[in-house]
């Protein structure tokens, strides 16, 4: 990878099970992505299936935002 598409990356080293390195390398060679590329997109996937935007910033599901409003006591009015 070229110094341009690194250079907003920072590396992680991780130790994976010998199983999870094969199937990883397997799935790579049948998506012809390298394991780094798909590494990166099945984080970016499990990030954003609990909550947070390619940003990295958490945003409220929309499932959750239904649930406040379900829960929020509606506003008291003042009687004149």
Not at 6 to 29: E, G, K
Not at 45 to 61: D, I, P, W
Request: without cysteine; glycine residues 2%; charged residues 30%.
């Amino acid at each position: 990878m070229s110094d341009e598409k690194t250079a907003n990356m920072v590396l992680r080293s991780v130790y994976l099970p010998q199983d999870l390195d094969a199937n990883l390398r397997d799935l790579a060679y049948k998506s012809t992505k390298s394991k780094n590329e798909l590494i990166r997109e099945l984080v970016q996937e499990a990030l954003t299936a609990r909550g947070y935007s390619a940003s990295g910033k958490q945003v409220v599901s929309p499932s959750k935002k239904v649930e406040v409003r379900k829960s929020a006591k509606p506003a008291a009015h003042a009687e004149s």
